[in-house]
């Protein structure tokens, strides 16, 4: 064979391999970039299943955890743009979006009861509660030590979801509630999933700072949660 063919053989080699992995950037998406799909088409569909039920009675403890859950969510929002800004890393992107739906389907609730909504701002890093004002604060300065410590504060986050939402799931009987917090608590559960992947290629690992650690390894062994829990 002579060197021309062998030349030609590697341009047709190079212009395929190179188109291959083009195609599977476009056709092959991470778990994470899926997940702001897979709730966004929760949420929609929630919001759909809810607007039929009556409206009830709200307890002070029911009404304080929506507008603890509002701001909440709005600081993984919040906490995960900053960190992409800082990592320049796609699963704080792609959580965040996630977050967003997150946030937006409270406020939804925080609506269709006539709650006043604590997010008087949309701004990143603005919060009417103090607490979630000083955790912003405390947890972007931790997650911009590394990319490790900043992956920690992802799984951080949601442990305290998780942990607030399996809380204020039993102080409610109200089905639309009820609903919405389940949909809030698979997500929290699979941005955790996705959190502890990114620590392990890293070298990493998660420690629980609000759940037991036995609930936390339950959750990593369990697999990406798809449509509404019942």
Same mark, same amino acid.
């Given at each position: 064979?002579?060197?021309?063919? !062998?030349?030609?053989?590697?341009?047709?080699?190079?212009?395929?391999?190179?188109?291959?992995?083009?195609?599977?950037?476009?056709?092959?998406?991470?778990?994470?970039? &899926?997940?702001?799909?897979?709730?966004?088409?929760?949420?929609?569909?929630?919001?759909?299943?809810?607007?039929?039920?009556? !409206?009830?009675?709200?307890?002070?403890?029911?009404?304080?955890?929506?507008?603890?859950?509002?701001?909440?969510?709005?600081?993984?929002?919040?906490?995960?743009?900053?960190?992409?800004?800082?990592?320049?890393?796609?699963?704080?992107?792609?959580?965040?979006?996630?977050?967003?739906?997150?946030?937006?389907?409270?406020?939804?609730?925080?609506?269709?009861?006539?709650?006043?909504?604590?997010?008087?701002?949309?701004?990143?890093?603005?919060?009417?509660?103090?607490?979630?004002?000083?955790?912003?604060?405390?947890?972007?300065?931790?997650?911009?030590?590394?990319?490790?410590?900043? !992956?920690?504060?992802?799984?951080?986050?949601?442990?305290?979801?998780?942990?607030?939402?399996?809380?204020?799931?039993?102080?409610?009987? &109200?089905?639309?509630?009820?609903?919405?917090?389940?949909?809030?608590?698979?997500?929290?559960? &699979?941005?955790?999933?996705?959190?502890?992947?990114?620590?392990?290629?890293?070298?990493?690992?998660?420690?629980?700072?609000?759940?037991?650690?036995?609930?936390?390894?339950?959750?990593?062994?369990?697999?990406?949660?798809?449509?509404?829990?019942?």
């Amino acid at each position: 064979m002579n060197k021309k063919i !062998l030349f030609i053989i590697l341009i047709v080699v190079v212009i395929t391999s190179a188109a291959t992995y083009a195609i599977l950037q476009k056709t092959t998406p991470e778990t994470e970039q &899926n997940i702001n799909q897979v709730d966004a088409s929760d949420y929609i569909s929630a919001h759909q299943e809810i607007s039929t039920l009556p !409206l009830e009675n709200l307890t002070i403890k029911e009404k304080e955890a929506l507008l603890i859950m509002r701001e909440e969510e709005k600081l993984a929002r919040d906490v995960y743009l900053t960190l992409y800004d800082k990592w320049g890393v796609n699963i704080f992107r792609n959580i965040a979006s996630s977050e967003q739906t997150h946030t937006d389907s409270v406020r939804y609730l925080i609506e269709r009861y006539d709650l006043t909504d604590p997010v008087t701002n949309e701004s990143i890093g603005i919060f009417t509660n103090q607490t979630f004002q000083d955790l912003y604060t405390s947890l972007v300065k931790q997650g911009e030590q590394s990319l490790v410590e900043a !992956l920690k504060v992802g799984a951080t986050i949601e442990d305290l979801d998780i942990k607030d939402l399996q809380e204020f799931i039993k102080e409610t009987d &109200n089905e639309d509630i009820i609903t919405i917090y389940e949909n809030l608590l698979r997500g929290s559960r &699979n941005h955790m999933r996705s959190f502890d992947k990114q620590l392990s290629k890293n070298g990493a690992s998660y420690t629980a700072q609000y759940l037991e650690q036995a609930e936390i390894n339950e959750i990593l062994a369990g697999s990406q949660e798809k449509g509404q829990n019942k």
